[in-house]
């Protein structure tokens, strides 16, 4: 047997023996990563290859595919074109067993797909967008949800996912702020570990694992002006404090594979920032796995970033600064082998990177095992445990605002006629985020098929009415939802945004509400990739279509359905109760209804601050003490601060006690505190603790976030939370770029938000 496909000789053994049987060219084409969804042809299941792919195989192989379930409107791919569960999975067999049997050396393909709330392929079940998944606060819950992806994916042959994203969020106007976590590193840190975790499993051989590609590293929540892929100015004590954290964290425990970000730093693109790649990721935190770019971005060297003068140059400086695979593969396989040819790249570069892409390929058990069971996927994918875990993943993150009078929860016996109101009330797509596959309608619950499913039993209370769309001007629809309201004694309106893409679902008829489907669809984006926006208001006429109906004088809910922060303040004014529900996911719908009616009280707290007014931006809460005191207009204090988040019920808190009034710099102390329901619905509260350096050498955040715990508490029940208070609570990042931890006072802040908290005080001394 060649002693690369001995499984009983190490992944080392196995990665040399097969590099030195390789021609230059098929050490190349590793490193390429071709779109997958062009590979094949589905004539109604009829699933075959493409000769251009076949060609490419035969000439040197191809490492990575990328996308091949993938579908959405970029790659054309349809529910009527697109491929199942089980074709997905049988058509990904085809793929791997023409690699196998007709490449030389037989080397496997490693499928790449996107899987950031789910595995983005149809059939896949759609779980609530990252922003969401922080404000449940569940770390336990979210690594279920990562478990459950990973078996979806793998199911059908899908080996390594580029998720999770764990770009730390400062300028929400940023179209991809809910791809992200939240504004805080350590939020962000603890389900960044989690998702490695939940996504690799036990071991990546396995077929409920994936390998997770962390990115974008480094810096891209930061960009200037909230501009996609836009410069960042920030210095390297922020990188390594702020930004840098949850990837060290994730890389840490374990992860496969990192992504480099469009954008630059201090001057220099992250795809060729050798200080990052190398010095940072390499050599001080040992990261021994692989570096693939996002789409693009080497293109983007020499026409973008401009540090390169060809495709050429960029290739060849992006291998030499650590990359070891394109996304998309067009600049390495076009000019990898001629840089070598012409002496411009050291053969020894290129084995680096090919043999960093073996490894995971052996790691990942493929050459053991390239193929799937089909029938195993339309067993596994789409299952009812899913289902139900993502409603509960919607129910803990959904975020109550505002609930004045307590007019939440809904009373199904005394509600009486409800009027479900807004252009996100019954349209799916808006409520599934970016990054999502084309779905038929009975898989989507909307916010409408929710209530009516509540209130099934008297179903013809529920009445609705679009008003407008997202964007655009057009009042047409103010008439019939005014008409609609006048009937109701309670209205519910659910507003917003949309991240959905031009699915072909045509537009709704904003007079009867029905849909529309043409050829001229209406796209009603303000949010996701590349749709960034200057203002944080609600699109379009949404506000005047809520202030007219608010005239009416009728019970008021808003439910916001987005991907960013909403900044109204007529709204968190005038409106009886306010929900903020981010993008929900297929069983948003039920969830809302849940919590509507009292069937789930809600958990979920803000990971994001939500300012007053987009003239307050940057107002992310850990900023420094120094930052400042008011403007001539507003404060600097947020609408909603970061871990604000009402409950149908109320907790008390005791005074946080320390196990020691102090400790040294290499000691460590226990804080408790007793939480207490005090009111009458069962619920689950975030308990947060937060540390102040009271004086340092250099300047620091006034509060930090360095513990949380979601506990579940019956009326009148009590219980103790503990957090354990060391080094990595109270270090931070010194004059030389190292932590260091300095004697002195320290504030132990813990409650339910930033702003809501009691204190104790802790002396460090020198150890």
Not at 25 to 38: A, D, I, N, R
Not at 531 to 541: E, K, N, S
Not at 678 to 698: F, K, N, P, W
Request: charged share 20%; net charge negative; hydrophobic share 40%.
């Amino acid at each position: 047997m060649m002693t690369y496909k001995d499984k009983s000789k190490s992944v080392e053994e196995r990665v040399q023996h097969l590099l030195s049987l390789m021609t230059t060219e098929e050490k190349v084409g590793q490193l390429t990563q071709p779109f997958g969804w062009q590979t094949y042809t589905n004539d109604q299941g009829n699933i075959t290859l493409n000769d251009s792919f076949k060609q490419q195989v035969e000439n040197g192989g191809i490492g990575s595919l990328y996308g091949a379930l993938r579908a959405d409107p970029w790659t054309g791919v349809t529910l009527e074109n697109g491929l199942s569960a089980r074709e997905g999975a049988e058509a990904v067999n085809l793929i791997q067993r023409y690699a196998v049997e007709h490449s030389r050396l037989g080397i496997p393909i490693l499928i790449g797909e996107e899987c950031s709330h789910g595995h983005m392929a149809i059939d896949g079940t759609v779980y609530p967008v990252p922003l969401l998944l922080g404000s449940t606060w569940n770390v336990d819950l979210y690594r279920e949800m990562c478990q459950a992806v990973a078996r979806e994916t793998r199911a059908q042959g899908g080996a390594v996912t580029y998720s999770p994203v764990l770009d730390v969020v400062r300028d929400p106007r940023w179209g991809r702020t809910e791809e992200c976590f939240g504004e805080d590193p350590f939020l962000i840190g603890k389900l960044a570990v989690a998702s490695v975790e939940g996504l690799q499993g036990e071991s990546l051989d396995r077929d409920d694992a994936v390998a997770a590609t962390l990115k974008h590293f480094v810096g891209y929540g930061s960009s200037e002006g909230g501009r996609n892929a836009g410069p960042v100015h920030m210095g390297w004590r922020e990188l390594l404090e702020v930004d840098l954290y949850p990837f060290r964290k994730a890389v840490e425990a374990g992860a496969a594979s990192i992504m480099p970000a469009y954008n630059e730093i201090d001057g220099t693109p992250c795809t060729v920032n050798t200080e990052l790649l190398e010095d940072v990721l390499r050599k001080d935190w040992g990261f021994d796995g692989l570096v693939i770019t996002d789409c693009g971005a080497i293109n983007m060297l020499a026409s973008g970033h401009d540090v390169a003068a060809d495709g050429l140059e960029a290739s060849v400086q992006a291998i030499e600064a650590g990359i070891d695979m394109e996304m998309s593969g067009e600049m390495f396989g076009q000019y990898l082998v001629q840089a070598v040819a012409e002496g411009k790249l050291d053969v020894q570069v290129l084995d680096q990177a090919a043999s960093r892409v073996l490894a995971l390929k052996f790691r990942l058990g493929l050459f053991e095992q390239p193929y799937v069971d089909a029938d195993r996927a339309a067993e596994v994918i789409g299952s009812e445990q899913h289902i139900q875990l993502a409603r509960q993943l919607a129910a803990e993150g959904v975020v109550l605002l505002k609930n004045e009078a307590h007019t939440l929860p809904l009373s199904i016996a005394d509600v009486g006629q409800v009027a479900v109101i807004g252009p996100n009330a019954d349209q799916a797509y808006n409520q599934l985020g970016d990054y999502t596959s084309p779905q038929p309608k009975s898989k989507v619950a909307t916010v409408l098929d929710g209530i009516r499913s509540k209130l099934a039993d008297q179903v013809e209370q529920v009445l609705y009415a679009p008003g407008c769309r997202i964007k655009g001007d057009s009042k047409e629809g103010f008439e019939r939802a005014l008409e609609v309201a006048s009937q109701a004694d309670t209205v519910i309106m659910v507003v917003g945004g949309s991240s959905a893409r031009d699915f072909g679902e045509g537009t709704i008829d904003l007079k009867t509400g029905a849909s529309n489907v043409s050829d001229n669809s209406w796209n009603d984006m303000e949010c996701g990739e590349g749709i960034d926006r200057m203002t944080l208001g609600l699109a379009g006429v949404q506000l005047e279509l809520i202030q007219e109906i608010h005239k009416l004088g009728k019970t008021l809910i808003v439910v916001y359905i987005n991907g960013r922060p909403i900044t109204e303040p007529w709204v968190d004014e005038h409106a009886n109760a306010i929900l903020e529900a981010w993008y929900p996911g297929q069983e948003g719908g039920h969830a809302i209804a849940d919590i509507l009616f009292g069937d789930v009280n809600p958990s979920g707290k803000l990971t994001i601050s939500i300012p007053k007014h987009v003239g307050q931006l940057p107002i992310y809460y850990n900023g420094k003490r120094s930052r400042g005191k008011r403007y001539l207009e507003e404060d600097l204090e947020p609408r909603y601060a970061f871990g604000y988040g009402l409950s149908y019920t109320t907790y008390e808190y005791s005074e946080p006690k320390l196990s020691a009034a102090s400790m040294t710099t290499g000691d460590s102390v226990t804080v408790s505190v007793n939480v207490t329901n005090t009111g009458r619905y069962a619920g689950a509260e975030v308990v947060q603790m937060y540390i102040s350096d009271v004086v340092s050498s250099l300047t620091r955040p006034a509060k930090e976030l360095k513990g949380f715990a979601k506990v579940s508490l019956e009326p009148g029940e009590t219980k103790t939370v503990e957090f354990q208070i060391g080094a990595e609570h109270l270090q931070y990042i010194g004059r030389n770029l190292k932590p260091v931890v300095e004697p002195g006072q320290f504030h132990i802040h813990i409650g339910s938000s930033v702003n809501d908290t009691q204190m104790a005080e802790l002396t460090v001394r020198e150890a």
